[in-house]
């Protein structure tokens, strides 16, 4: 069975760390990269194309709920908000 790919994006680094331990242990899970905010997991998300998504609510330069909406339309994916 192919493990799914999976794109932490949260701007708290302790967050990434666990979040990708978490996930490490789980077969069926393949954690490709992580990214502190939106504007780097654009690029990742073009370059690595996950299967889904870890999304912070609340970050700095751009909030998880814009990025999004802004996600849907162009790449629709599954989304888990944290």
């Keep these: 069975m ?3 790919k999976l794109l932490i994006v949260d701007d708290s ?3 990434r760390k666990v979040l990708g331990a978490i996930f490490a242990e789980t077969p069926d899970i393949e ?3 992580t ?3 939106p504007y780097v997991a654009r690029d990742k998300i073009k370059r690595l194309d996950p299967d889904v998504l870890t999304l912070d609510v609340e970050m700095p330069r751009m909030d998880g709920v814009t990025f999004l909406r802004n996600l849907m339309r162009l790449r629709p994916m599954p989304v ?3």
């Design 31 to 33: 954690v490709v990269g």
């Design 2 to 4: 192919k493990k799914i």
């Design 80 to 82: 888990v908000m944290v």
């Design 13 to 15: 680094a302790l967050v």
């Design 35 to 37: 990214a502190p905010d």
